[in-house]
């Protein structure tokens, strides 16, 4: 199942809200999960079951969607939040977007 | 605290085999299903292999069947990921992570597959 994440860059400054888009290329029934990955680092699971919070992850990401189109949302960017972020489909094997780079505008 | 340690990376020869090895701690290791993935330089995830927790049933991408094999040993805590025949766009950063959700992940190890 091919994932479409857009943009594929995007500039924010502190405080704003952020959204980033995953869009699948068939239902995946809210199989969907949301990696942070810091430079250098390894990536860090936020969001599974498409709205599901993993434990210890700050209340400022969240997650929504169904069907086909999904979104990251993050209610108030923080300095700490600069990352590349990828999607993940589980429901027919495993497949990541390409990701979306956030920076500070 | 969940600890996922890999190891066994390196240079090697297109052809050649090279065998990783994650060693798991702070949780039950035989309860989870495991997995590779990997990140080719300045690329994007690519999910590589997932074993059952038991060992029983395992899963490939179509570019890495018959030349990986997944494997684990549950007494020892500890996944192992097997690559024969290597070719130049195997190079990358392979990671393990647990469940099919990747909730926690290695360090990384990298993988440069170069004559």
């Known amino acids: 199942i091919q994932m479409t994440q857009s943009p594929s860059l995007l500039s924010a400054s502190v405080g704003d809200r952020v959204t980033l888009s995953c869009k699948a290329g068939?239902?995946?029934?809210?199989?969907l999960a949301w990696y942070q990955q810091k430079l250098g680092e390894a990536p860090k699971l936020l969001i599974y079951?498409?709205?599901s919070l993993q434990t210890g992850i700050p209340s400022r990401f969240s997650g929504s969607g169904s069907g086909t189109d999904y979104t990251l949302t993050i209610s108030s960017l923080q300095p700490e939040d600069v990352a590349t972020y990828f999607c993940?489909?589980?429901?027919?094997?495993?497949?990541f977007g390409a990701g979306t780079k956030l920076e500070l505008k | 605290e969940v600890q996922l340690v890999e190891s066994g990376g390196g240079l090697v020869q297109p052809g050649r085999s090279l065998k990783l090895s994650c060693a798991a701690s702070g949780f039950t290791f035989s309860d989870y299903n495991m997995a590779w993935v990997r990140q080719a330089p300045k690329k994007g995830l690519e999910w590589v292999a997932t074993i059952s927790y038991d060992g029983s049933s395992t899963y490939y991408r179509d570019s890495v069947k018959g030349r990986f094999t997944i494997s684990r040993d549950n007494a020892k805590s500890t996944l192992y990921l097997q690559m024969d025949s290597l070719r130049s766009e195997d190079t990358a950063t392979y990671y393990c992570?647990?469940?099919?959700?990747?909730?926690?992940w290695g360090q990384g190890v990298m993988v440069t597959v170069s004559s």
């Open positions: 993940q489909q589980y429901n027919s094997w495993n497949t």
């Open positions: 079951n498409a709205n």
């Open positions: 068939q239902n995946i029934n809210n199989y």
């Open positions: 992570a647990r469940r099919t959700v990747f909730d926690y």
